[in-house]
């Protein structure tokens, strides 16, 4: 009897302590990440602070394919709705450049979008496979054939190498529309940060050489200088923490625009274009914590005084880049859906040109709040635990 009243209180103790570990763990969570919200600022949400924290302190790859999986996320599964076929395309210097193409299954004749990826025109910055999460997902909403470009980069190719390849590959996807069962007179262009200013200028290159007719284009964070300006955001922004820094863009102005005159061409700074007249309707999405947020903002307001229905966005909270993580951020989720709402309306009604006013998107509330909260404690916690390891280790 004695034996058994001392193992059961020595079970009661057990539990207690577990328990005390419990709220211990979860309390220091709670407090690391309050730390890693707290910047100069302002406080950052959770989830956009977790994965910050994580790419900044390379706990993480920058890789939003890989990403999810390490910071328990799931990715929804099901039966496939699309094909996915990489393939080289040839360019007018002889060259071949890689293409991935995505098409929905038991559709044909379908619209074709273009998505040219981010990465600071430089190698080693962003390609056609670290876009494949936002490209297959770009498909799959719309229900169109995407096709994501890999246009050559610096520093082995300058400009125009990237832009004059991305026009080119416009041109291979409406001569092949046939074959891919799309509708060659229905096409969009859409780019991601340095993709959003090859997207745009694209667009203006098919209006001055009377290339393949465009329904839309949707630009995420665009980079649309490349002189020296001075504005809010790139002065607030440009430290780096916020996945973009200044000496990124300084080495990208360098690498891919090495002579100052390039500076001012309206295929390389669309904002400095004079004329911005007949282009096809923008969506701009821009993100609050991001040094290219007002110069992309100011392109959407000069496109819309220039006559091109235009659409903005400007979502609070997260930073550039967010729309890559849509598979962990219901900001990069909203962001998704907004662009595959504008290029539906775009292809199936058009966009009727209105003043434009810039929308706020405030960051989540209610059930989705709760949902992004409980999964920032839960990355949280594997980042901890992923940083004690590795500080255990390195002994």
Not at 136 to 143: E, K, M, N
Not at 287 to 305: H, M, T
Not at 315 to 335: C, E, K, N, P, T
Request: hydrophobic share 40%; with cysteine; charged share 20%.
């Amino acid at each position: 009897m004695l034996s058994y009243l001392t193992a059961s209180a020595m079970v009661k103790r057990s539990l207690l302590f577990v328990l005390i570990m419990i709220f211990i763990t979860i309390f220091a969570v709670f407090v690391y990440i309050q730390q890693w919200a707290s910047t100069d600022h302002g406080k950052l949400p959770a989830k956009t602070a977790v994965i910050l924290h994580a790419i900044n302190n390379q706990l993480v790859p920058l890789d939003p394919d890989i990403l999810p999986d390490r910071l328990l996320t799931k990715r929804s599964k099901g039966q496939p709705t699309m094909v996915q076929e990489d393939q080289s395309i040839s360019v007018s210097d002889g060259s071949q450049i890689p293409v991935r193409i995505y098409r929905p299954l038991g559709k044909e004749q379908v619209p074709i979008i273009m998505y040219y990826h981010g990465g600071a025109f430089m190698e080693g910055y962003g390609n056609i496979h670290t876009h494949h999460s936002i490209t297959r997902a770009l498909s799959r909403q719309t229900g169109c054939i995407v096709i994501s470009v890999g246009y050559r980069v610096a520093p082995h190719y300058v400009f125009p190498t990237a832009i004059e390849d991305s026009y080119e590959a416009l041109k291979w996807a409406h001569e092949h529309a046939g074959e891919l069962g799309g509708d060659p007179s229905q096409m969009a262009v859409v780019g991601d940060s340095a993709g959003g200013n090859i997207a745009t200028v694209v667009a203006t290159m098919a209006r001055d050489r009377n290339g393949p007719d465009l329904k839309a284009q949707a630009l995420f964070y665009p980079l649309t200088t490349f002189k020296d300006i001075e504005n809010e955001s790139r002065q607030a922004f440009d430290s780096g923490y916020f996945l973009l820094s200044r000496s990124v863009m300084e080495l990208a102005r360098e690498s891919y625009t090495p002579d100052k005159v390039m500076w001012l061409n309206p295929y390389t700074s669309p904002l400095e274009a004079e004329d911005l007249s007949n282009l096809p309707p923008a969506l701009v999405i821009t993100a609050e914590f991001d040094p290219l947020r007002d110069e992309g903002e100011a392109y959407a307001e000069k496109l819309s005084e220039a006559g091109v229905a235009v659409r903005a966005s400007r979502y609070l909270g997260v930073m550039h880049a967010f729309i890559s993580f849509h598979d962990i951020m219901q900001s990069g989720r909203a962001g998704l859906a907004e662009t595959a709402g504008f290029l539906t309306d775009a292809f199936e009604n058009g966009i009727d040109h209105e003043p434009l006013t810039i929308q706020v998107k405030q960051h989540p509330s209610g059930l989705n709040r709760v949902r992004d909260d409980t999964e920032a404690f839960l990355m949280g916690a594997y980042l901890l635990g992923k940083s004690g390891m590795n500080a255990f280790t390195g002994f």
